[in-house]
């Protein structure tokens, strides 16, 4: 699978961490920064992601800030992006299942390197269930 990683400041370490772990599950993945701790603004980072998942180059993009909301709330303002901030392995499996999120985005200043691996795996690993759950998501893109 083609993944796009990017993260702020405040996911940069995590984002080291998480990109090893999908590289060793033979995922491609292209990191389009940040490359250091100097803080930069995460919407510049956010959009680049967003770009490449929305455009259909990659299958999925993975968001990290400091909490991961930031990036989220970026990230779901793009059609077509369905982008789910993730704690744990309850939510980061749902995420795909019933959301079938294209874009998994977290906290680096909230989770620990081992939990965030295991989310990924997971993340990455869990197909759309579909039925229903897509008949909701249609819902999501019409006018209000
Ligand atoms: C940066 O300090 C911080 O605001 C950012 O990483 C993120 O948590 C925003 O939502």
């Given at each position: 699978?083609?993944?796009?990683?990017?993260?702020?400041?405040?996911?940069?370490?995590l984002k080291?961490?998480?990109?090893?772990?999908?590289?060793?599950?033979?995922?491609?993945?292209?990191?389009?920064?940040?490359?250091?701790?100097?803080?930069?603004?995460?919407?510049?980072?956010?959009?680049?992601?967003?770009?490449?998942?929305?455009?259909?180059?990659?299958?999925?993009?993975?968001?990290?800030?400091?909490?991961?909301?930031?990036?989220?709330?970026?990230?779901?303002r793009t059609?077509?992006?369905?982008?789910?901030?993730?704690?744990?392995?309850?939510?980061?499996?749902?995420?795909?299942?019933?959301?079938?999120?294209?874009?998994?985005?977290?906290?680096?200043?909230?989770?620990?390197?081992?939990?965030?691996?295991?989310?990924?795996?997971?993340?990455?690993?869990?197909?759309?269930?579909?039925?229903?759950?897509?008949?909701?998501?249609?819902?999501?893109?019409?006018?209000?």
């Amino acid at each position: 699978m083609k993944i796009a990683i990017g993260s702020d400041h405040g996911g940069f370490e995590l984002k080291g961490q998480i990109k090893a772990a999908v590289q060793s599950l033979d995922h491609e993945i292209k990191d389009v920064g940040c490359y250091s701790t100097e803080s930069v603004n995460y919407p510049e980072i956010g959009r680049i992601v967003v770009g490449l998942v929305a455009s259909g180059e990659y299958e999925r993009g993975i968001l990290i800030c400091g909490t991961g909301i930031g990036m989220s709330i970026m990230a779901n303002r793009t059609p077509g992006i369905r982008a789910a901030l993730c704690h744990e392995l309850y939510t980061a499996r749902l995420s795909r299942e019933h959301n079938d999120a294209n874009i998994l985005c977290m906290g680096g200043r909230v989770l620990g390197p081992a939990i965030a691996e295991e989310m990924v795996k997971i993340w990455l690993s869990t197909a759309f269930a579909g039925g229903r759950h897509a008949c909701r998501l249609a819902m999501i893109d019409r006018p209000v």
